[in-house]
Nanobody
Framework: QVQLMETGGGLVHPGGSLRLSCAAS????????MAWYRQAPGKQSSLVAR???????NYDDSVEGRFTIFRDNAKNTVYLQMNDLKPGDTAVYSC???????????????WGQGTQVTVSS
């Protein structure tokens, strides 16, 4: 069974920082592309950042230079460091994985349950 467990959300003032973590199990993490998506109230889910198996990354333009995605393959964990947070960053942030299962199943996509990030004064 694949599980993606996000932690690190919360309430922060504008200009503050948060670090989200996503611990994965049930997938071959080192061979999986990992990503963070977010969904604000009344809006569609959108990609925030993605990191591929070799470490290359891409970001939504709205977070470029403020957010950093990185991974620790030894801990099966992907992180999203968020700096200079703005009220527009308020959303539910969800972890996404695309890769092979540890039980030998085919590659597929998997989602975490999401964690709330609220940026407000």
């Amino acid at each position: 069974q694949v599980q993606l467990m996000e932690t690190g959300g919360g309430l922060v003032h504008p200009g503050g920082s948060l670090r989200l973590s996503c611990a994965a199990s049930g997938i071959i993490f080192s061979r999986s592309a990992m990503a963070w998506y977010r969904q604000a109230p009344g809006k569609q889910s959108s990609l925030v950042a993605r990191i591929y198996t070799y470490g290359n990354t891409n970001y939504d333009d709205s977070v470029e230079g403020r957010f950093t995605i990185f991974r620790d393959n030894a801990k099966n964990t992907v992180y999203l460091q968020m700096n200079d947070l703005k009220p527009g960053d308020t959303a539910v942030y969800s972890c996404h994985a695309y890769g092979p299962r540890r039980n030998g199943g085919p590659s597929g996509e998997h989602w975490g349950q999401g964690t709330q990030v609220t940026v407000s004064s």
